[in-house]
């Protein structure tokens, strides 16, 4: 699985019948990070009477807020841009400083979404890709011949830990890990373990 995350802070402002949209994109990695990155933009912006939100975390979980805006005029919209940028691990905040026009719900709706991508554009998003950790604890005299496998296979070597045996922590695509366990039993007849070690988010390079 791929996606998208911001690589910095992105902030923009626009101006829409005298109301500034003043935007916000954060990246983040769980609930906790957002509602902290929520609670200062708003504590920033003290004097706005909307600070409409939305995030989508790493595992894909999303919330979205209008934050008394009218339903649906701001949160949601907001969020189904993220959905189509294929973004996660985001947090998008569009505070309103009111001009005192009203904007009609479709003109909200337009106003927070633009302030909302040109935040996003200026987090210079970075893509992500989902790989497997696997584990192999193997004897020195193997070790040199797995990591060869692992760079031949298109795997990653995250680390090696020398100790009475060699643990080897590496990254491959999914359709590749099978395809390494195999080999690992094959070189070493069995003599090496190859086991599943979760999931790892890296960057594309």
Known sequence: MEFFSPSRAGASEITEKRSRFLGRVLRIQNAGEARAELERVRAEHHTARHNPWCYILPDGSERASDDGEPSGTSGAPMLELLRRESVRGALCVV???????????????????????????ASAPVRFTTK???????????????????????GECESADYAESVTLSALFDPERAEMFRWRV????????????AGEAVVPVK
């Open 132 to 154: 497997l950790r696997i584990l192999t604890v193997c004897s020195y005299r193997a070790a040199p011949r797995i990591k060869s496998e692992i760079a031949a296979l298109g």
């Open 95 to 121: 505070t309103r400083y009111f001009g005192g026009v009203l904007l009609g719900p479709g003109g909200l709706s337009r106003a927070y979404t633009a302030a909302a991508k040109a935040a996003l554009e």
């Open 185 to 196: 039993t094959e070189i070493t007849a069995g003599g090496a373990t190859a086991e599943d």
